[in-house]
């Protein structure tokens, strides 16, 4: 399945599969659609990918909705880059089935592609998040009394 976006986009299934990207997204990913479909964003990590980083923001993309940050990913020839991303959580109404958009650019800045190639840049979960989980944990207990 193809996507229309300005930048390179994805489109994750409930269990974090690709299910459609866009051209620009097989531009800058180097995959082709047939390649990428039915397989995790882990085609994209490698050695200085922030695994805590990616993960965290998973979790607040599933836990808020919504999540934004920049990683070190890698094209499929190896070649790593600064990826910034921007997704949302979206339901498709008629099945009640639940998909991750994913937006993304590639970062050019000396800086910032520095910082992002260090090792150890972790992630620091939004207030936000923190807040909600804390939310949540408080619904939590209040449900099993």
């Known amino acids: 399945m193809m996507l229309s976006s300005e930048d390179a986009a994805i489109v994750l299934d409930q269990a974090e599969n690709i299910v459609a990207v866009n051209e620009k997204w ?4 180097g995959y082709s659609a047939k390649e990428a479909l039915h397989h995790s964003t882990k085609i994209l990590q490698g050695e200085m990918t922030n ?3 990616a993960r965290g923001f998973a979790q607040e993309l599933r836990t808020l909705g919504e999540a934004r940050t920049t990683l070190a990913n890698y094209t ?7 990826h910034k991303l921007h997704a949302t959580r979206f339901t498709d109404h008629r099945t009640g089935d639940v998909f991750f958009f994913t937006e993304g650019v590639e970062v050019k800045d000396a800086a910032i592609r520095r910082a992002i190639f260090k090792r150890g840049n972790a992630h620091r979960p939004s207030e936000n998040l923190t807040f909600e989980l804390r939310l949540v944990g408080l619904l939590l207990s209040l449900i099993h009394i």
């Not at 097989?26 to 990913?29: A, E, Y």
């Not at 499929?76 to 600064?82: D, I, T, V």
């Open 51 to 53: 695994e805590e980083k």
């Open 76 to 82: 499929r020839e190896g070649e790593p880059f600064a």
């Open 26 to 29: 097989q531009s800058l990913c």
